[in-house]
């Protein structure tokens, strides 16, 4: 018997097995480790879920200010954030949900506070004004409209979202 | 504007709208009385981070200025007042001290801007009375600060 009949040497036979098994072996160690460290990008993004906030038949052509909470994941933290929306009828019916965060600095607005400004939000910071639909008044500091929550309407129950901006203007 | 990287870089850009800093005023002690000064620096804390929530566009909530009980008040006086001038150097306007700690009301007409509230132990109330009161004592500390403001 020749080593010559063999397509395979001894030495190849030795380098091959010695090679699978290793590789075989530092997979074994290094994909766990791998999927840890990337686990916080392959869950479910939440924050995207809709949250119950009030009854539409409650809802009038007044903006309500309605706090709710947000269960909220930042990779690894987990915390819930009180989040507040300024909920009204518009004259066409349609739902308005507003977030109170100033576009200037991002201080807390408010309704109808400013009795020199009456019927709209008012930034208590810098006297950023806003209409009653969220427009940014010119000549006061807010770059942009407030924002507007994402809204579903199900069995009469208001849902809100993500706050999308509605850009400068 | 909370104490860190992200929101000072954006401090120091916005630096002619931003002219408030808070500082809460936190006691320690380690004896018998322990519980009651952690319930004071508790609600101070808890007060603070709900008035930065707020008004973050104006205002810088400095890290607490805490002090062991058994510090002289002078001495504490002393430290205040190098913290309160490297601020107003740095460009604060404002300076409001907020604690729980009675024994600053002993100072309160030489300390400008001093906000003591009692503490209410907060862990004893559930979580929608707990928010509400927050809301309604932070509310009206904030209508000294904007008060401040417009005057």
Known sequence: ?169 | MKWRAKDIERFLEEKQYVDTIIVPLIPLNWDEGMLATVREGEYVQILGDEIERQLKGRVVLNPAFTYFKEEALEERMKRLETWKNGMINGGGKFVYFVTSDVDWKAYESQLEHLIWLPAVPLEHMDERHRNDFVAETVGSVMKTITGQWIS
């Open chain 1, 1 to 169: 018997m020749s080593n010559k009949e063999h397509d395979v040497s001894r030495r190849q036979f030795l380098n091959y097995t010695l090679m699978g098994v290793g590789g075989f072996m530092a997979a074994t160690m290094v994909a766990p480790m791998a999927r840890f460290a990337i686990d916080p990008l392959l869950q479910k993004k939440e924050g995207t879920e809709m949250i119950y906030v009030m009854d539409v038949k409650d809802i009038t052509t007044e903006p309500q200010n309605k706090k709710f909470t947000v269960k909220k994941v930042d990779g690894w933290h987990k915390f819930d954030e009180q989040n507040i929306a300024y909920i009204f009828k518009k004259k066409n019916g349609d739902i308005l949900a507003l977030s109170p965060t100033c576009t200037h600095l991002g201080c807390t607005v408010a309704w109808n506070d400013d009795p020199a400004h009456p019927n709209q939000f008012h930034c208590p910071c810098h006297g950023g004004r806003y209409t009653k639909t969220g427009i940014n008044i010119p000549g006061t500091p807010p770059p942009a409209p407030l924002g507007v929550y994402k809204t579903q309407v199900k069995d009469g129950k208001l849902y809100l979202g993500e706050v999308q901006s509605r850009g400068g203007a």
